[in-house]
């Protein structure tokens, strides 16, 4: 069955950087699109970034382009979110999420919490 | 920039009756791109309607979803207990991607 299991979150301070992972099992990773979505604390839900399945299209949403980078080991099976200079509006739960024409798998989350 | 906007905010119902959300878009939009998602308290969205009007995998078929243009929506035909959740539409047809802002649907 398909499983994306995020890690890497935790508490870091203002201006900090973060890199979040997403292992990927139980599909042909090296053939789907993937995304990072994240949520706020009792917000909704906001779609920062995606890499297409050989890493050659990217999008970011303006809140976060020129700070964070995603990439993509397909030989590992494995999604990442590299975050820099990190701020409090950043604080969210992280969702790593196969990507088609429609989100169909997504992980359980990591907490990211920017905090002084 | 594409915007959803959902409506109600929230909608109080009962178990047994019939939920009809909605969820406009800015500008016209390809079916295509048009998904619903369903979220409990302390869970992952989950995918419900793909394609405006598709159920996704194992989704129970009191759930429908119609639409096309701008206007789209989200019927549960007879509201069960677990149904009681937030909603979300999302668009991947246009650049950058969104969702709307969520509909709560509560017990009434």
């Known amino acids: 069955q398909v499983q994306l299991v995020e890690s890497g979150g935790g508490l870091v301070k203002p201006g900090g950087s973060l890199r979040l992972s997403c292992a990927a099992s139980?599909?042909?990773?090296?053939?789907?699109?993937m995304s990072w979505i994240r949520q706020a604390p009792g917000k909704g839900l906001e779609w920062i970034s995606y890499?297409?399945?050989?890493?050659?299209?990217?999008f970011y949403a303006d809140s976060v382009e020129g700070r964070f980078t995603i990439s993509r080991d397909n030989a590992k099976n494995s999604l990442y979110l590299q975050m820099n200079s990190l701020t409090a509006e950043d604080t969210a739960v992280y969702y790593c999420?196969?990507?088609?024409?429609?989100?169909?798998?997504w992980g359980q989350g990591t907490l990211v919490a920017v905090s002084s | 920039e594409l915007v959803l906007t959902q409506s109600p905010g929230t909608l109080s119902l009962s178990p047994g009756e019939r939920a009809t959300l909605s969820c406009r878009a800015s500008?016209?939009?390809?079916?295509?791109?048009l998904g619903w998602y369903q979220q409990k308290p302390g869970q992952a969205p989950r995918l419900l309607i793909y394609?405006?009007?598709s159920r996704a995998t194992g989704i129970p078929d009191r759930f429908s979803a119609s639409g096309s243009g701008t206007d789209f929506t989200l019927t549960i035909s007879r509201l069960e207990p677990e149904d009681f959740a937030v909603y979300y539409c999302?668009?991947?047809?246009?650049?950058?991607?969104?969702f709307g802002q969520g509909t709560k649907l509560e017990i009434k």
């Open positions: 999420v196969r990507t088609a024409r429609r989100l169909d798998y």
């Open positions: 139980g599909f042909s990773f090296s053939d789907h699109y």
């Open positions: 890499i297409s399945s050989s890493s050659g299209t990217f």
């Open positions: 500008q016209s939009l390809s079916i295509n791109y």
């Open positions: 394609g405006a009007s």
């Open positions: 999302q668009q991947s047809g246009n650049s950058p991607y969104s």
